[in-house]
Nanobody, 123 residues
Framework: QLQLVESGGGLVQPGGSLRLSCAAS????????IGWFRQAPGKGREGVSCISMYNSSIYYVDTVKGRFTISRDNAKDTVYLQMNSLKPEDTAVYSC????????????????WGQGTQVTVSS
């Protein structure tokens, strides 16, 4: 069974950094795209970033470009989201999701989801 587990969330001051991890079990990440999504209180789920298999394509939502970096370590079956220069509006539950091969702009195309990790940016 495909499982994804997120970690690395927490409370950070504005301008600070966090690195989120998405660890896979039950499958190898080599042939999967991994997307990071977030949901803030009272808002819908938003796609933040995505990385396709073999790093063939990488996407970021405009609001995080230049601040967030997605990367993968297939040897560890883990995808990371490095978040720098965090802002209060980045506060949300961050979840990772997997689908075969390539990223998709449609959330429903991601079949496996983690439980999420809370990121709170506040002074």
């Amino acid at each position: 069974q495909l499982q994804l587990v997120e970690s690395g969330g927490g409370l950070v001051q504005p301008g600070g950094s966090l690195r989120l991890s998405c660890a896979a079990s039950g499958f190898t990440l080599d042939y999967y795209a991994i997307g990071w999504f977030r949901q803030a209180p009272g808002k819908g789920r938003e796609g933040v970033s995505c990385i396709s298999m073999y790093n063939s394509s990488i996407y970021y939502v405009d609001t995080v470009k230049g601040r967030f970096t997605i990367s993968r370590d297939n040897a560890k079956d883990t995808v990371y989201l490095q978040m720098n220069s965090l802002k209060p509006e980045d506060t949300a539950v961050y979840s990772c999701a997997a689908r075969r091969y390539y990223c998709s702009p449609t959330r429903a195309n991601f079949a496996s989801w983690g439980q999420g990790t809370q990121v709170t940016v506040s002074s």
